[in-house]
């Protein structure tokens, strides 16, 4: 990387408690990731691996207890004249682990001091810093009010605009950007009176209104039509070309990450297993590449015959196993049960001891003891 | 501060902890002693059926007028020298049956609070259809009816009905002792904890609290009990909300 | 719309007059005994009172000639008194509206702020400690905390808080009224359910995602739980609860010898004072019913689904 990254998030770990079972549920459990400025990162997943509440832990938006624990989120949106701000300093004070054999046992947090704590510094940056933009976009978006107003309160809040006639005329042209059809009619609609993809363009409009150096997008595209995503992805291209901020995006639609992404996050069992530019991660064959990620594009359906691995038998191919229980980590790789390029030289390592994220290539970082490249830990 | 440990052992090994040994140590006084109180008001519903009880409940005893707790009245005498304990025991018939009539019935047809618990209801199911884990259990195979049945009803609504059960009776309790102590239910000499207070209410004033307060205290205690378990119960059966 | 409301709110206080007459009808005893007091209360005794007073005989004709006055606008007069009962009612209805009224705001101001604490914490000793209190609350017999209160004041303070016999409230006589409105208020039976509705319904709005948008949003949270999780419960608890606080009233006015409707109606129910009851029986089910269509004005106005009929 180049230039200094606009967010950089350092060994971050959010856990959540089972009463019932007595144990952890380790949601993200060390991941490290890095955006530079005017870059989209995406982060991949399937479902489970840690990706959204990774960027719920960003905007301290996590709900349950004790939430997040330790790790670093540097941030250098904003006035950008001082340095980095780390949105998540001091989160030590309010935390204390206890550690047996290197893996976290038990947690005490003083979970209304650091509310408390964590809700002024974040007061500064939600919305206004760092938009956010979610999946289900009818759920979120509030009922009661019009949408043109829940943008115009975006306005009001973030830019400066006091007038409701102006902040109104900012919002109109918001909606406009995000190619809404007959936006003055869809300003004074309610969320019900609107589609899941004019939903999710109005919240898009919502999140850019305010004019924010970093967007984080989860899922935006899960759980609209087919052919709706297709031109939310569309959108959102056109948009990066327009305005070109950095975003966020997470998904575990890899077709839309290939679209739309600078570089990948390859994420499973609540960490980052690879992380490195589009083309070379998503590229089925090039190396080198994560066992993990090679099984993952394998296993796409594919109606272009590019050199893709075909199924066998007509059957799609698929990884073995079952997804890493969050609240059962085992010891070593995470992803060795299931790694179909495991051999018995490298076994007892890969069952022992967990890799290090190590650089393979220029900007191309791998979890893996089959690709040990240069250990820079994390 | 709040503290979590994780405990020894290979997780997946573990099952759950039952509910109740989850459960707070305030939802368990809370669930215990509103099931005491159940159970002193069914036995004492049968006791005074029957007519097991301490003392006469209209028997006067002249020597005593209302005394203080002592010997020969537990909870001592009213105005006219009767023991209060047992007429307190007695007082229990006045609201018991009707009181689980008016439970059963409003539970079979939703009918206390008869738009706000049907309703309720009805939009809880209308809320759940959305759900996913419906249409996967339609997607699986389960009848419409067992769906609603099984899933609906029981694992979602059995606390609320739960708590409606207890409530119930609590409001039962309510207006059977308000209405005979404006004189419209149970009638002298008969024994109403209602009307026990109120023929209590002229000696209050005069400096004698006990014969109006006993019977206070049990509806208050009863009424209170009731209420800690359907509110116990209903923390306890809970899908797992975290606190 | 405003038709069909007009329609079913009259086929209600019609439905309610009937019931109540039935049961009047059933109950042992009746205006006329009242008035043969002393006398053998023979059929034939009965008949001549019924056909000096020009009454019908059968209970179904009397009921059909109640209703033909009340199309008139007469409630009737008061077997006891004599006096009309439609301005008994002008007269004591007044001190049972400040009654119900301001006790229902005691009740409110005992069950929001604990529900806004217990929404925010859930766990906590003072949490669980207020919600035990709430509970003992809702359990106390008002007829004793009445004799309590009164009591105290008495004894500790002197002061005479009753109003004698069945004077009127004089100049200040709205102070008459603040201990059994707080006496109404606290012991009516539904703080706990009103702290729990209130408590439950803010609780599940904040969970829900648009909120999480609007904190993510950097949106005053407040602002966008408003309607959701603190309007619409508060009015649904006002208008539900309405009718506990109207038979409380009844207790509380004997108690407190508070010239109302709740002791009129009391008072009637002894004499068997069939146009009394009556007419505060109309009266009751229509303020119930008029909470009921503020409920449906103030969901339609805040949910625009329902705007849209």
Known sequence: MTRPPLLEIQDLRTYFYSRAKEAFIRSVDGVSLAIAPGETLGVVGESGSGKSVTALSILGLVGGNPGVITGAVHFAGGNGASGPRNLLADLERYVSLTKHDGRIVAVAKDEPGWRAHVERAL??????????????????????????????????????VTHASEAKERALGWLERVRMDSPRLRFDQYPDGLSGGMCQRAMIAMAL????????????????????????????????SEFGVTTLLITHDIRVVS????????????????????????????????????????????????????AVDGRLPVIRGEVVDTMNVPRGCRFHARCDRITDAIRARCMGEEPALATVAAGHRMRCHLHPGEARGG | MRRYRESTGEVAERSERSRWRAATLTDRAAIGYGLLV?????????????????????RMDMARLNAPPGAGHLLGTDFLGRDILSRLIVGIQAYFLPGLLAVAISLALGITGAPAIASIIAGKIQFLRQKSFIEAAHVLGLPTRVIVAKHILWYNCAPLLIIQATLGMGEAILVETSLSYLGF????????????????????????????TAPALAILGTILGFHLLGDGLNRLLEPKSAS | ???????????????????????????????????????????????????????????????????????????????????PVAGEIARAGPNTLYLTLGSLLVTLLLAVPVALYSASRAAGALARGLRLAVYLVSAVPVFWLGYVVIYLFIHRFGVFPLLSGSAEPARHGWLYGLLPIVVLGVANGTVSEVTRHLRGELGRVLTEDYIRTARAKGAPVWRHAFKEGFLLPMTEMIASKIPFVIGGAIIVEQVFNWPGLGRM????????????????????????????LLRAVIYAGVNPRTATD
């Open chain 1, 123 to 160: 007061a500064r940056v939600r919305g206004k810093q760092i938009a956010m933009i979610f999946q289900n976009p009818k759920s979120s978006l509030n009922p009661f009010v019009t949408v043109g107003q829940q943008i115009s309160e975006a306005v009001r809040l973030h830019t400066g």
């Open chain 1, 209 to 240: 209104a305010s004019e924010p150096s970093l967007l984080i997008a989860d899922e935006p595209t899960t759980g609209l039509d087919a052919t709706i995503q297709s031109r939310i992805v569309a959108l959102l291209a056109e948009l990066k």
């Open chain 1, 259 to 310: 679209r739309l992404a600078d570089t990948v996050a390859v994420m499973y069992g609540a960490t980052v297993m690879e992380h490195g530019p589009a083309r070379d991660v998503l590229a089925p064959g090039v190396e080198p590449k994560h066992p993990y990620t090679s099984a993952l594009l394998a296993s796409l359906p594919s109606t272009q015959t590019n050199g893709r691995r075909h």
């Open chain 2, 38 to 58: 159940v159970g002193l008001v069914a036995v004492s519903y049968v006791l005074g059926a029957v007519g097991w009880l301490p003392d006469d409940p209209s």
């Open chain 2, 185 to 212: 239910g149970v009638q002298e000499p008969t024994a109403s904890w209602g009307n026990m207070v109120q023929a209590g209410a002229n000696y209050f004033f005069h400096g004698k609290f006990w014969p109006s």
């Open chain 3, 1 to 83: 719309m405003a038709a069909r409301e007009l329609a079913l709110t009259a086929l209600l206080l019609l439905g309610v007059s009937l019931v109540v007459f039935v049961i009047l009808n059933l109950s042992p005893g009746d205006p006329f005994s009242v008035l043969l007091e002393g006398q053998a209360p023979g059929h034939a005794a009965r008949a001549s009172v019924h056909e000096a007073l020009g009454v019908p005989t059968t209970w179904y004709g009397r009921y059909l000639a109640w209703l033909g006055n009340i199309a008139r606008g007469n409630l009737g007069t008061s077997i006891r008194t004599g006096v």
């Open chain 3, 265 to 292: 109606v009391w008072q009637a129910a002894q004499d068997r004072d069939f146009p009394v009851i009556m007419g505060i029986a109309l009266v009751a089910a229509a303020f119930v019913r008029l909470a009921s």
